[in-house]
């Protein structure tokens, strides 16, 4: 597994980049910690400003939950993330 210090700017950066759907992700955010498969990443913009948003379907969920995620709102509370690629090798972040 492949670990990475990244700043807040070069996180949402790599996910932008490197997120595609059906790849699998551990994030923590402020208090909230998600697993799950992307189902979606929109790029759309909202309200005149560019978005970035994560649909993603929360692993072993009772009521199989699917959360959104807006990363530009909570950019500024990640703490970590993992990025289990469908091809590729699995990356460790944390934001520095």
Same mark, same amino acid.
């Given at each position: 597994?492949?670990?990475?210090?990244?700043?807040?700017?070069?996180?949402?950066?790599?996910?932008?980049?490197n997120?595609?759907?059906h790849?699998?992700?551990e994030?923590?955010y402020n208090r909230?910690?998600?697993?799950g =498969?992307?189902?979606n990443? $929109?790029f759309?913009?909202?309200?005149? =400003?560019?978005?970035?948003?994560?649909l993603?379907?929360? $692993? =072993?969920? $009772?009521?199989?939950?699917?959360?959104?995620?807006?990363v530009?709102?909570?950019? =500024?509370d990640?703490i970590e993330?993992?990025?289990?690629?469908?091809?590729g090798?699995?990356?460790?972040?944390t934001?520095?």
């Amino acid at each position: 597994m492949k670990e990475l210090e990244l700043t807040t700017k070069q996180a949402v950066k790599y996910l932008k980049e490197n997120l595609k759907i059906h790849d699998k992700i551990e994030i923590s955010y402020n208090r909230i910690f998600a697993e799950g =498969e992307v189902l979606n990443v $929109d790029f759309s913009e909202y309200f005149g =400003e560019p978005g970035f948003k994560l649909l993603v379907s929360l $692993d =072993e969920s $009772d009521i199989g939950a699917t959360i959104e995620i807006d990363v530009y709102e909570v950019e =500024e509370d990640i703490i970590e993330f993992v990025h289990y690629p469908v091809n590729g090798e699995d990356v460790d972040v944390t934001v520095i």
